[in-house]
């Protein structure tokens, strides 16, 4: 019941809101940071009564819904989403933070925002597939408004079309559902939606078994997004309001990597198999081409938005690396590229409320007029480019030694994208911080507020305590992710040929055998000194 009381807290607040009088601005700000700051402390208190020993889902209810569909509410958290759980209890909060100067429709915005916090704690907790595919829809419909509503000049297009690329993977995904549902019903004779059910009784023949797998990767691979599929953000991010965008990178992206590690791999542990070299290709293209469109940017908000391209296509590569390293590293590095780009977002907010433009030849010079606001962006795009003792480092070096692992090729093409990012990421910061202040309308600017810190530093926190102590984080995902890859390892359903020596490609080029996925179990530990 705590775990249903703090996914569905955010919606009360929404509807307390909706009596509450839309002129008294000031009592529906309050009353939505109260919200969502409760909501936020509560989750802290799931993480630390959580159980990292075990794999098992904790915190669990499940109680009929729609019996004569076997659909039941059944919520829970294990190590894989606990913290992305957390996270968006976090990123609510300062999301209302940094909505306080919201002018217009305070009362409707601060709504659609606790809606949007519930819609997407749902996802992170949902046990059953009909509840997962309800919350996966239900979460659009805030964002959308938020986007359409408060976002920029073209937030309209840009709403309508992350709507219409969202609900064409979602329609397909839907399909699968409902394939697996009638076919669990007519194999085990149970009625039944329930995931972890499915996951130990999914049986059908390989070829179905990749068509459902790919119903599954569109509709994730859009939300994460993947290249090809990423076209929609770009436009998403820049037209939404600053607090959509921290939403959109924090915790909206997450749902699709989510997803691929809830369904795709424990679902299809051997047509995941057979697929890494293609969702291994599509990362690196990803990591390589979006670190090279955020080079060219004039906008920084553009610049950012590409950046997550890139960023997203290292989690993906992790997350198909199938082993300890490259899961862990996409775990974590799910929290930093919500913690780093968020705060990026945040920032580049900042200027934005002052000069109205984001486009970097506008500024220059503001390191001596605004040197609190340069040191925390300098922070932050240090932390975006994997400096070592930040968080990005953490997960980057562990998703490198999981794909190197795998296919040392891959590991380098990924690596260029490391560099490619300290090209765009300190160009962009010379230009805007340590140019000539040319432009006079920048000379008058006031450095960073308190409620501006109130979000900006807290994310700062973060970025040094996991780059410096992991460990906590690590621990609370570590025998999830030990469950997870050995569901998907090749003993469980024979010999691949993926799997073999093939001389011609060199010995590089094959997956990680069982046994070498046996010694780099026992050396998990390594990785949590960093």
């Known amino acids: 019941m705590f775990l ?41 208190f799931l993480w630390t009564n959580f159980d990292n020993t075990t ?37 609510t909060m300062i999301c209302v933070i940094a909505s306080w100067d919201v002018k217009k429709y305070i009362r409707e915005y601060m709504i659609a925002m606790l809606t949007l916090s519930t819609g997407m704690l749902g996802v992170f907790v949902a046990l059953d597939l009909f509840m997962f595919y309800v919350f996966w829809e239900f979460q659009l419909i ?19 079309k992350f ?86 990178a924090g915790v909206l992206l997450k749902m699709g990597t ?45 610049l950012v938005a590409y950046s997550s391209v890139s960023h997203l296509g290292f989690v993906m590569l992790g997350i198909f690396a199938l082993n300890p390293y490259g899961i862990q590293g996409a775990l974590i590095q799910n929290i930093n590229h919500g913690i780093s780009t968020g705060a990026l977002f945040l920032l580049v907010g900042v200027i934005y409320d002052r000069r109205h433009t984001r486009l970097i030849e506008e500024f220059g010079g503001l390191s001596k007029v605004m040197p609190k606001y ?3 962006f300098m922070i932050v795009a240090l932390s975006s480019i994997g400096l070592p003792g930040m968080n990005g480092f953490v997960g980057e070096f562990l998703i490198l030694l999981g794909i190197f692992q795998v296919n040392a090729i891959w590991a380098a093409c990924a690596t260029s994208g490391i ?29 960073i507020n308190i409620r501006e810190a109130f979000t900006i530093v807290p994310l700062i926190i973060l970025i040094f305590w996991i780059g410096l102590y992991p460990k906590p984080f690590m621990d609370t995902f570590d025998t999830s992710v030990t469950h997870l890859v050995a569901k998907v390892s090749p003993d469980n359903f024979g010999p ?34 960093f």
């Open 4 to 44: 249903t009381f703090v996914t569905f807290l955010p919606l009360a607040g929404a509807a307390f809101l909706i009596f509450t009088p839309k002129e008294n601005a000031a009592a529906i700000k309050q009353t939505a940071l109260a919200v969502a700051a409760a909501d936020f402390l509560l989750s802290l």
């Open 419 to 447: 560099i490619l990012a300290a090209c765009y990421i300190l160009w962009m910061f010379q230009r805007v911080m340590f140019m000539e202040a040319k432009n006079p309308k920048n000379l008058a600017l006031q450095d």
């Open 163 to 248: 709507f219409l690329f969202t609900a064409v993977g979602s329609l397909l995904m839907l399909v699968a559902i409902l394939w697996i549902y009638f076919h669990i019903q007519e194999t085990t004779g149970v009625a039944t939606a329930d995931i972890l059910y499915i996951t130990e009784h999914l049986s059908a023949p390989l070829g179905t078994q990749k068509w459902l797998w790919m119903a599954f990767f569109l509709a994730f691979a859009i939300k994460v997004p993947m290249f090809p599929f990423h076209t929609w953000l770009p436009d998403a991010h820049v037209e939404a309001p600053t607090a959509g965008s921290v939403i959109l």
């Open 496 to 529: 691949s040929p993926r799997n073999r020596h093939d001389d011609q490609r060199g010995k590089h080029a094959r997956l990680i055998t069982p046994t070498e996925m046996a010694s780099l179990h026992h050396k998990l530990q390594a990785p949590k000194k």
């Open 142 to 160: 805030p964002m959308y408004i938020i986007i359409g509503v408060w976002g920029g000049p073209r937030r309209v297009y840009a709403s309508i």
């Open 258 to 302: 989510y997803g691929f590690l809830r369904f795709n791999l424990p679902f299809f542990p051997q047509v995941s198999y057979e697929f890494v070299p293609m969702v291994a290709w599509l990362s690196i293209i990803g990591i390589i081409y979006g670190a090279l469109v955020s080079m060219v940017q004039i906008d920084l908000k553009k």
């Open 55 to 91: 794999h098992k889902m904790q915190f669990e209810l499940n109680v009929p819904w729609i019996e004569a569909w076997g659909i039941n509410f059944h919520v829970g958290l294990d190590g894989i989403s606990l913290l992305l759980y957390v996270m968006t209890t976090f990123l």
């Open 374 to 376: 340069a040191v925390c």
